[in-house]
């Protein structure tokens, strides 16, 4: 069982594509963070939300915590997006980790 | 600022070698957290610690042990090592728990074990 899913897995998207990733999650929560993964790079925090809308600039996170759903937008990608995605709930002190969502931008 | 920093980068090990990685970090944060990422498997809890001198299991904790003796540093020792500890293994850490500290990773560091 796994307590975070993400979808898709893999996408493959045009230099400019409006870009949506999705994370479920089946614990309560009180925040979600999203993170990035470049290739061969280490791990850097994107956002850290609790209710409603984040944004910085081309990136936005939404989440929805009685549908326990949380939604990562990039708007006019860029191949320097390119990268996985990972959501991460915490509970007690730790995290579930989504497996990633390996986002490929192509010029 | 640093923030969080693993040494070494990269390292091969025979079967049976042990080694230490080291952590440290200069945000004087309080949690610190040892993973480890696999293909296809995400991230996975080794071992964490709350604060200066505590220490506690995660998800996969055999093979390992970990110390946290000063706050800035969190150490992961593999006594052993074996084949199934090749692994990619990443040091986090943050001010409080995750529900309201966010997380700053290291950069990883990359274990093969022969």
């Known amino acids: 069982k796994n307590e975070v899913e993400q979808s898709p897995q893999n996408l493959t998207a045009q230099e400019g594509e409006f870009i949506t990733i999705n994370c479920s999650y089946s614990?309560?929560?009180?925040?979600l963070h999203w993170l990035q993964q470049h290739p061969g790079g280490g791990i850097v925090s994107l956002f850290m939300?609790?209710?409603g809308k984040k944004k910085h600039g081309r990136l936005i996170a939404t989440i929805n915590i009685q549908e326990k759903h949380s939604s990562l937008h990039i708007t006019a990608s860029h191949p320097r997006d390119s990268a996985v995605y990972i959501c991460?709930?915490?509970?007690?002190?730790?995290?579930?980790f989504g497996t990633g969502t390996s986002l490929t931008v192509i010029p | 600022n640093a923030g969080v920093t693993q040494t070494p980068k990269f390292r091969v090990l025979k079967t049976g070698q042990s080694m230490t990685l080291l952590c440290a970090q200069d945000?004087?944060?309080?949690?610190m957290y040892w993973y480890r990422q696999d293909p296809g498997m995400g991230l996975r809890l080794i071992h964490y610690?709350?604060?200066?001198?505590?220490?506690a299991k995660g998800e996969v904790p055999d093979g390992y042990n970990v110390s946290r003796l000063k706050k800035q540093n969190f150490l992961l020792g593999l006594e052993s090592a074996a084949p199934s500890q090749t692994s990619v293994y990443f040091c986090?850490?943050?001010?409080?728990?995750?529900?309201?500290?966010?997380?700053?990773f290291g950069e990883g560091s990359r274990l093969t074990v022969l």
């Open positions: 939300l609790s209710s």
């Open positions: 945000m004087n944060h309080e949690y």
């Open positions: 991460a709930v915490p509970t007690g002190n730790q995290f579930y």
């Open positions: 986090a850490s943050s001010w409080s728990s995750g529900r309201t500290g966010e997380l700053f």
């Open positions: 614990v309560g929560i009180s925040a």
């Open positions: 610690s709350v604060g200066e001198g505590t220490t």
